[in-house]
């Protein structure tokens, strides 16, 4: 079969990445199931792998393998154990494989599974590619004609951003102003799933107009152009001076946390949620007591949580907007993401 590999970290997307042949992969444990990958999301953290952002969190993984972790498709083959699968029926995989067996997955915090294996990020193979071997536990069955191709990104840009509202949940209330930084692929999503989930007045802030634009036709209440200040003053306009109660930072990148703290709401409890990353958080020990400042980290969502969003856009409520890329044009897609030209999820479709 066909699968897009990392080779090399720190080159071009056309060189660290490559296009080859590799063998179909095979049934080895009686949990596993073969999916004939029909759409695999295409996510800034794959181009945060190509530059080795992640190399040593994920203890230095072995090259070559397959990138892509947000994967949607059909049954090809079941291990012997598994059963309610079938072949031909559409799913999606939660992005962890999980062992169902430790305290983590027993509590529902399966994101903290002590045996979780990371298709596509750890050195396990993932879904840029034809097929993808994951194991029963992952697997999500879809609504039979349901087509897998534009929810593939739920499966990490969807649940991602669902975890983090559904943090942000406990500090709304009717008249809070939120503010959801950055309206890429996860952002795009949570003004949605604020509008749907709460009655919060939803602030979108992003650097460019287009996608101003974007977050006002998905139900954004205002919008604020992060100028050379990082966006304080028009999130302050936006709030009628009274800064951000709940800020959602899908971008977290170099300045923009110290932006956030500035245009939070001062006075009294505001409430800093970290989705994206690669900055600093830094408010003092005085302004977090004097202020009341809560900060928040937040990863992915459990498998319940995509369950709970696949629902949800049964229902008509939610819905990512996705650009369609042969999986021979992995490079182009991933440039595009880089280049912030992608409206929405590009979904690699091989
Ligand atoms: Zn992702
Ligand atoms: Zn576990």
Redesign the pocket.
């Known amino acids: 079969m066909k699968a897009v590999r990392l080779y090399e970290y720190n080159r071009p997307f056309g060189e660290a990445l490559k296009l080859v042949n590799v063998p179909d992969p095979k049934i080895t444990s009686p949990t596993d199931v073969i999916v004939k990958i029909a759409g695999a999301?295409v996510?800034?953290?794959?181009i945060h792998i190509v530059q080795a952002v992640w190399r040593d969190a994920l203890g230095n993984p072995n090259l070559p393998y397959t990138i892509g972790?947000?994967n949607a498709g059909f049954v090809e083959e079941v291990g012997s154990s598994v059963t309610g699968l079938a072949k031909g029926d559409p799913v999606i995989c939660h992005?962890l494989m999980t062992c169902g067996l430790c305290r983590a997955c027993r509590t529902g915090y399966d994101m903290a599974c002590e045996h979780g294996v990371f298709p596509g990020l750890d050195g396990t193979d993932g879904g840029y590619a034809e097929y993808l071997k994951t194991s029963e536990r992952t697997i999500i069955k879809l609504a039979p004609g349901t087509d897998p191709v534009p929810l593939a990104p739920f499966a990490?840009?969807g649940i991602?951003a669902y975890h983090a509202v559904k943090k942000a949940l406990p500090y709304i209330y009717a008249g809070t102003q939120v503010v959801v930084v950055g309206i890429g692929g996860l952002g795009h999503f949570a003004v949605q799933l604020l509008k749907v989930m709460s009655p919060a007045t939803v602030i979108a802030l992003d650097t460019n107009r287009e996608r101003l634009t974007f977050a006002e036709q998905l139900g954004a209440d205002r919008v604020a152009l992060a100028a050379d200040d990082g966006g304080i003053k028009e999130v302050l306009n936006a709030t009628g001076g009274s800064g951000a109660d709940v800020v959602l930072d899908f971008v977290a990148e170099n300045d923009t946390p110290s932006y956030a703290l500035q245009y939070m709401r001062q006075s009294r409890g505001a409430t800093y949620i970290v989705v994206g990353y690669g900055g600093v958080v830094a408010p003092t020990t005085l302004d977090m007591i004097s202020k009341e400042i809560n900060v928040i980290g937040s990863i992915v969502g459990s498998y319940a949580e995509l369950t709970e969003l696949m629902e949800l856009n049964r229902q008509g409520r939610v819905h990512i907007s996705s650009t369609t890329f042969p999986l021979s044009d992995y490079e182009h897609a991933l440039d595009e993401l880089d280049a912030g030209r992608v409206l929405g999820r590009g979904v690699l479709v091989p």
């Open positions: 999301g996510c800034r953290t794959d972790h947000e992005p990490d840009a991602t």
